[in-house]
T-cell receptor, first 113, second 112 residues
Framework: DTGVSQNPRHKITKRGQNVTFRCDPI?????LYWYRQTLGQGPEFLTY????????KSRLLSDRFSAERPKGSFSTLEIQRTEQGDSAMYLC???????????FGPGTRLLVL | GESVGLHLPTLSVQEGDNSIINCAYS??????FIWYKQESGKGPQFIID?????DKRQGQRVTVLLNKTVKHLSLQIAATQPGDSAVYFC???????????FGTGTRLQVFP
C-alpha cells in the first residue's frame, strides 16, 4: 500500500496526558499537511510542511500542539496536556509541490476523557 | 464505526439515478477545487478536481461543474450506486496559500 498511513488509528487518553501521532506520507511527496476534524464538520487546517520546513500554522494550533518533520519524510504531531476539546479526528495529507492534490490518510481518532 | 457528519444536509437517491451535490465556496480568488468522499471512520478520498480556468471536468461517472460568477461548485454522479453512500465535501485552495478550506459536507444516501 503506497497511500498515506497514520498511527495509531485510535487513541484514548486522560485529560492532562501528552499524546503523539505519526504520519507517513506517500513516498516522494514533499508536502505534508495536518488537519483536524470534529463530528459534523469538514477538516480544518492545522499546519503543513514542505520537506523539513514548517511553512504555515493555523491559529487553531495552540502552544500545546507541536508538529515536526525532521527528515522531510514522516511527521509527528504532539499534543501536550490534552483537554477534552482536543477530542477529534486528526488527519494527515500529502502532496507534491507541483501538483496540489492532497491525498489523505485514514486519520487518528483521539478521545480525551 | 463512528458517523461522519451527524447533522449534515442529506441527499437521498435511488440506486441507478443521477445525483447532484452542490457546494458554495467562500473565496472568489480560489483557483483550485477538489471534491472528496468520506466514508464513516475513514479519511477523505479524492474524487475529482478542477481549476478556475475551467467550468467543467469529467471523470469516470463523475462530473464537476464550476460557476465562478456565483462561487458555486457541483458534483454530478451518474448511475448512483450503494457504494457511493458517504459524506461529500468540496474544498478550495486560494491564491497564495496551500491549505484546503472545506465546505459544509453533504451526506449522500443511496437506496436500492
Amino acid at each position: 500500500d503506497t497511500g498515506v498511513s497514520q498511527n495509531p488509528r485510535h487513541k484514548i487518553t486522560k485529560r492532562g496526558q501528552n499524546v503523539t501521532f505519526r504520519c507517513d506520507p506517500i513516498s516522494e511527496h514533499n508536502r505534508l499537511y495536518w488537519y483536524r476534524q470534529t463530528l459534523g464538520q469538514g477538516p480544518e487546517f492545522l499546519t503543513y510542511f514542505q520537506n523539513e520546513a514548517q511553512l504555515e500554522k493555523s491559529r487553531l494550533l495552540s502552544d500545546r500542539f507541536s508538529a515536526e518533520r525532521p527528515k522531510g519524510s514522516f511527521s509527528t504531531l504532539e499534543i501536550q496536556r490534552t483537554e477534552q476539546g482536543d477530542s477529534a479526528m486528526y488527519l494527515c495529507a500529502s502532496s507534491l509541490v507541483v501538483i496540489e492534490t492532497q491525498y489523505f490518510g485514514p486519520g487518528t481518532r483521539l478521545l480525551v476523557l | 464505526g463512528e458517523s461522519v457528519g451527524l447533522h449534515l444536509p442529506t441527499l437521498s437517491v435511488q440506486e441507478g439515478d443521477n445525483s447532484i451535490i452542490n457546494c458554495a465556496y467562500s473565496n472568489s480568488a480560489s483557483d483550485y477545487f477538489i471534491w472528496y468522499k468520506q466514508e464513516s471512520g475513514k479519511g477523505p478520498q479524492f474524487i475529482i478536481d478542477i481549476r478556475s480556468n475551467m467550468d467543467k471536468r469529467q471523470g469516470q461517472r463523475v462530473t464537476v461543474l464550476l460557476n465562478k460568477t456565483v462561487k458555486h461548485l457541483s458534483l454530478q454522479i451518474a448511475a448512483t450506486q450503494p457504494g457511493d453512500s458517504a459524506v461529500y465535501f468540496c474544498a478550495e485552495i486560494g491564491v497564495g496559500t496551500d491549505k484546503l478550506i472545506f465546505g459544509t459536507g453533504t451526506r449522500l444516501q443511496v437506496f436500492p
